[in-house]
C-alpha cells in the first residue's frame, strides 16, 4: 500500500533537473504542478531562475505541460507570461490529467517524467498513471488553505517511506 506515494526520485526543486541528464534519458517531456513547484503558490511571476531552466529545456526539444488541480482560468493567468501548455482541472491522484496530456502530445509514459511538490496528489497520480515521478520540495513555505491538511498526512506517509525504502532520500540531480 506504501509503495503507492513512493516517488522515483527526490530532488530539492525542478531547476535541479538536468536537461542534458532528461534529454539522455530519452526524457521528451516533463510534465509539472503548478502551486510550490514552478512558480511560488502566491506569486505567478515566476524567477529568474525558472525562465533561464525553461530556455535550457528548449535548448534540448524538451517539452514543459503543467497539469495542476486548479481551475483553467486560474492556470492561464499564471501561465501565461510563461508562455507554457497545460492541463487543468486534472483531479490528481486520478491519472486523468497525466493520461490527457500523454494523449494530446502524442507521448508515451516512459517519454516523460511528473514533477510535484505533493506525495497526496503529484507522486501519487504519476504512480497511477505509471509515469516516474519527481518530488520536490516546496519552493515557499507556506500553502493555500486547501493543502495544509495534505501536508500533515504526507509528514506520516513519509516516515512510512522512509522506513520501508530506507535509500529514500533527497538527492542533487536525479540518478
Known sequence: M???FKPTWMV???????PAKLKSMGIKAVFTDLDNTVIPWN???????LRTWLAELA???IRLVVISNNKHARVARAVH?????FISRAFKPSPSGINRALNRYHLRNEDVIMVGD?????????????VRSVLVKP??????????????????IMKALRKRYPDLKWQEEIK
Open 2 to 4: 506504501i509503495k503507492q
Open 12 to 18: 530539492n526543486a525542478i531547476y535541479d533537473l538536468q
Open 43 to 49: 506569486n505567478p511571476d515566476g524567477t529568474p531562475q
Open 59 to 61: 535548448k534540448f526539444n
Open 81 to 85: 507570461n510563461l508562455e507554457l501548455e
Open 118 to 130: 505533493q506525495i497526496l496528489t503529484d507522486v501519487w497520480a504519476s504512480n497511477n498513471a505509471h
Open 139 to 156: 519552493l515557499v513555505d507556506s500553502d493555500a488553505w486547501v493543502t495544509k491538511f495534505n501536508r500533515k498526512l504526507e509528514i506520516i
